[in-house]
């Protein structure tokens, strides 16, 4: 069974620019969640989508946004880059419902210059 | 406003040791915990998840425990390996569903 999976791998953008990250859930999964890691801050909450809805967000500005579509896929935009945007930006998913156990993708590198 | 705290930051202990994991939270209102294991600039890999009615679960050679009323987590690994060396970190659902991460401990193990 395939995991989760994430693209791209890295991505390389200009303060000011706008940054699209993809998720694919495991088959099966209806919940997809986005998660920021700076260095030296840990994992930060980012967004939760379930059933194609955003249900719960994390303390980020609204230039952090994202989708999900009928195939439970997801995309995180993270609009007017700012150099402290530079993290690995991960993504999880569950099944909706008890017990809610997350599954990780390998995540995107985004580097902000 | 929860908060997760995972002590010590680092820990280094010979192959063979059992050893303990700790995690901390400040607010017992949770619906569940779940421990994770990050290998150097790889996402995370689910170790074990306790929803908030249960006390321990175990896979394999780890145990993890949950004490609500204290705000503790404990997560126990049998007989370490080189291969355990990793960080370990922990992550708390709230009721509201916001999920809070502890900065996790890096952990050695010496061959």
């Known amino acids: 069974e395939a995991g989760v999976t994430q693209s791209p791998t890295h991505l390389i953008k200009t303060r000011g620019q706008q940054a699209t990250l993809r998720c694919s859930p495991i088959?099966?999964?209806?919940?997809v969640y986005w998660y920021q890691q700076a260095l030296g801050l840990g994992l930060q909450f980012l967004l939760w989508y379930d059933e194609g809805e955003e249900r719960n967000r994390g303390n980020f500005p609204p230039r952090f946004s994202g989708r999900q579509f009928p195939n439970y896929s997801s995309e995180l935009n993270v609009n007017a880059l700012e150099l402290e945007d530079s993290a690995l930006y991960l993504c999880?998913?569950?099944?909706?419902?008890?017990?809610?156990?997350?599954?990780f993708g390998p995540g995107t590198r985004l580097t902000v210059t | 406003k929860q908060e997760v705290t995972q002590i010590p930051a680092a820990l280094s202990v010979p192959e063979g040791e059992n050893l303990v994991l700790n995690c901390s939270f400040t607010?017992?209102?949770?619906?569940?915990l779940q421990w994770f294991r990050q290998d150097p600039g790889k996402g995370l890999t689910s170790l074990l998840l306790i929803q908030s009615s249960q006390r321990e679960q175990t896979s394999g050679r780890l145990n993890a425990s949950l004490d609500k009323s204290s705000g503790r987590s404990t997560l126990y690994i049998a007989a370490s390996q080189p291969g355990d060396s990793a960080t370990y970190l922990c992550a708390v659902r709230n009721r509201d569903d916001k999920i809070i991460f502890g900065k996790g401990t890096r952990l050695h193990i010496l061959p």
């Open positions: 607010d017992s209102a949770i619906y569940n």
């Open positions: 088959s099966g999964h209806t919940s």
């Open positions: 999880a998913s569950s099944l909706t419902g008890d017990p809610h156990e997350q599954y």
